[in-house]
C-alpha cells in the first residue's frame, strides 16, 4: 500500500520445470526507485505536495490495515474457518461410520 508496484516483464518457464517464472521488468523497477527518491528529496526539503501525498498513503494503508487485519476481522475470519474444519470433519466422520456400520457387498465386485 506505500510504495510502489512494478508488474512484471514476462514469464518463463524452464523446459524441466513445471511451473514459471517472473522476468522482473528492471527499466520499471529503476523508474519506481527513482519516483520514490524524488518524493523523498521533496519531502527533505519541505514540499507541501509530497508531504500531502505521504499523509494520504499513510491514511489509506491504516485504513487498510483495519478493514484486514484488525482483531475482530482475524477474529471472524478464524471463527469462520474453524466452523467450516468442524463441519468438514463431522462429515467425515458421519460418512466413515456409515461405511463401517453396513454389511459388506455380497454381490458386484466381490463375484
Known sequence: KIGRSVPYLQMIRA???LYEMAMPDVAGITNA???MYAEHLSLKRGGQMALAKRENEISQFNEWIEATCSLSVVRDKFK????????EFEARMNGKQMIFSSPPPISGAYE
Open 33 to 35: 526507485i527513482e519516483e
Open 80 to 87: 469462520s474457518l474453524l466452523v467450516n474444519a468442524y463441519l
Open 15 to 17: 523446459p524441466d520445470q
